[in-house]
């Protein structure tokens, strides 16, 4: 499919493609555009055309894109977007285990690549959680250092339940110090009580919150004990 041959603009062309998996003619219309018509190309499947498709739709484009340019699409992963916030987002599928099986072949290190570009676009905890298992991210550090990438509710929730896994000082204490950085309340109460939690001395900062010892016990009963307290509220024991 040449686009000189075609009334449609990017965004339907690549939609058709999409909807009839012609991933051989999309390598080859895609292989037929100039430089400048490749780089709208990137951006019409980032902001156009990802964005309007379901979830397995959306695994499979992104898988053919980005074996066809790995570079070029990896970026595209932050379509996701619109499926977090539906909450119809989902890791499960055989073209999930397929770019996993692909960047892991081919280009390792762009897997934490991908899921830190995910990350900031997901909702909850359970797709936090799904998308670390999807891209087999078992390191507790690595897992923790995508999760400071996040200034969310749910990224704290999983950093403080990682930190109890763990059981390290040191590693708690460089969370807390990135964690102060983002000077709000939120991240104020995060450091607040975690470093109660784990009884860290000497963070370069005044906190507010104050948490009793009895209360430590119910940070992390379920997320909505967990946010009682980092929104500054006591927690209902």
């Known amino acids: 499919m040449q686009l000189a041959d075609c009334s449609m ?16 003619g999309m390598n080859k219309m895609l292989g037929s555009l100039s430089n400048m018509e490749f780089r709208r190309m990137e951006r019409v ?33 932050v ?13 499960n599928g055989k073209n999930v285990e397929q770019l996993y099986a692909y960047l892991k072949e ?25 998308m670390f298992k999807a891209f ?22 999983m950093i403080f339940k990682t930190l109890k896994l763990i059981e390290d000082k040191t590693v708690a204490r460089k969370c807390c110090m990135a964690i102060i950085k983002r000077h709000n309340d939120m991240a104020f109460n995060m450091v607040s ?7 860290l001395e000497d963070l370069p900062a005044r906190f507010s919150l104050n948490v009793e010892q009895y209360e430590l016990s119910h940070i992390d009963r379920d997320f909505d004990a967990f946010m009682n307290i980092l929104n500054g509220k006591r927690p209902k024991i």
């Open 45 to 77: 499947m980032r902001e156009e055309v990802l964005s309007e498709l379901d979830n397995n739709a959306f695994w499979e484009a992104l898988l053919h894109i980005i074996i066809y340019k790995r570079t070029a699409f990896i970026s595209c992963v």
């Open 9 to 24: 603009d990017h965004k339907e062309i690549m939609l058709q493609i999409v909807s009839t998996r012609d991933w051989g």
């Open 193 to 199: 009580f975690t470093k109660v939690y784990f009884g």
């Open 79 to 91: 379509a996701i977007e619109h499926l977090a916030d539906a909450e119809t987002l989902r890791f």
């Open 136 to 157: 087999h991210i078992d390191n507790d550090i690595t897992r923790l250092s995508i999760l400071l990438k996040v200034d969310s509710p749910s990224s704290y929730y």
């Open 106 to 130: 081919t280009h390792p290190q762009s897997i934490v690549k991908l899921c830190n570009m995910m990350i900031p676009h997901l909702r909850t905890e359970k797709q936090m959680r799904e």
